[in-house]
Nanobody, 124 residues
């Protein structure tokens, strides 16, 4: 099993920045990809982006491209999500996910492990 713990969420004003972290523990040698999803109230879980051990990186919605940056340190079992120019529509619970394949799937059901999530609230 792999355990994932997110941190860094909070309340920020529009235009501000936050950096989320995800720390993995347990059978981390089996993790080949890590990703971020978010889920706003009343909406489906949305793929934000992901990274794999080969350095592959994929981003989800066009709305985050150019504002969000994913980085990872697999030897340290850590992944980050730098979020800049935050907008109220970025308000959501942000989840870390991990997978035992190199594929960075945009489909939540394809990921093997999940964290509990961290709330990000952006005020206008």
């Amino acid at each position: 099993q792999v355990q994932l713990v997110e941190s860094g969420g909070g309340l920020v004003q529009a235009g501000g920045s936050l950096r989320l972290s995800c720390a993995a523990s347990g059978r981390t040698f089996s993790v080949y990809a890590m990703g971020w999803f978010r889920q706003a109230a009343g909406k489906e879980r949305e793929f934000v982006g992901g990274i794999n051990r080969r350095g592959g990186r994929t981003y989800g919605a066009d709305s985050v491209k150019g504002r969000f940056t994913i980085s990872g340190d697999f030897p340290k079992n850590t992944m980050y999500l730098q979020m800049n120019s935050l907008q109220p529509e970025d308000t959501a619970v942000y989840y870390c996910a991990a997978d035992q394949s190199l594929a960075i799937s945009t489909t939540a059901s394809r990921w093997d492990y999940w964290g509990q999530g961290t709330q990000v609230t952006v005020s206008s």
